[in-house]
């Protein structure tokens, strides 16, 4: 079980914008929450600038509670960008729809080294754009990792600038049972 502190899901209303802040082990374990809750809820369009959706993950969780997985997953519409350029395009050309918007991993594309700051800068101005395009119409929700390269961190400063809230996400702190190593102490 995952905390989605403060609950995330409601918070999406037309109009709003949520950024969601989380490590790469707990981005891989909630997202796909989010994503299913979602599409049992209705359509969704999800955005992978991380190249992370996790497609088998979300169809387990929509076998729990339906027995439509079919018909619950043709809801998700999942588009995908492997460089920034790409996500540049691929927010200019995302309808705005009326159901809610999940980006993933926005500046994973970003990282690349041979893009420099000024032009991160510059398609990232074109990308708060197009996400505020999206946001007249339906929620957005973006889902951003620590940033690798420090000096690309002021792109996420500039997101975070932008949201309506931000959220961190985690996995439940209970602690778990350590398994000891079978050659523990050799």
């Known amino acids: 079980m995952y905390l989605i502190e403060m609950n995330l899901i409601p918070r999406l209303k037309a109009g709003s914008l949520i950024v969601a802040l989380t490590t790469h082990a707990d ?12 599409a049992l809820r209705g359509p969704v369009t999800v955005l992978d600038g991380g ?6 993950r979300i169809a387990q969780l929509i076998r729990r509670q339906s027995l439509q997985v079919d018909a619950i997953s043709k ?11 790409q996500t540049v395009h691929l927010l200019e050309s995302t309808p705005a729809l009326s159901h809610p ?15 420099k700051h ?6 990232l101005t074109i990308c708060i754009s197009q996400i505020e395009r ?5 929620p957005v929700a973006i889902t951003l990792e620590p940033v ?13 600038a932008r949201a309506d809230e931000i959220f961190t996400l985690h996995s439940d702190a209970r602690p778990r049972e350590k398994q000891l190593s079978l050659f523990q102490g050799l």
């Open 27 to 38: 981005h891989k374990a909630i997202i796909p929450d989010l994503i299913a809750e979602l």
């Open 51 to 56: 190249n992370c959706f996790p497609a088998y």
């Open 75 to 85: 809801r998700i519409f999942v588009r995908r960008a492997f460089t920034c350029y």
């Open 101 to 115: 918007h999940v980006i993933l991993n926005l500046l994973s594309t970003f990282q690349d080294e041979q893009v």
């Open 118 to 123: 000024n032009e991160a800068d510059r398609l």
């Open 134 to 138: 999206l946001r007249l119409a339906a």
């Open 148 to 160: 690798i390269l420090a000096e690309k961190e002021f792109l996420l400063k500039r997101i975070c």
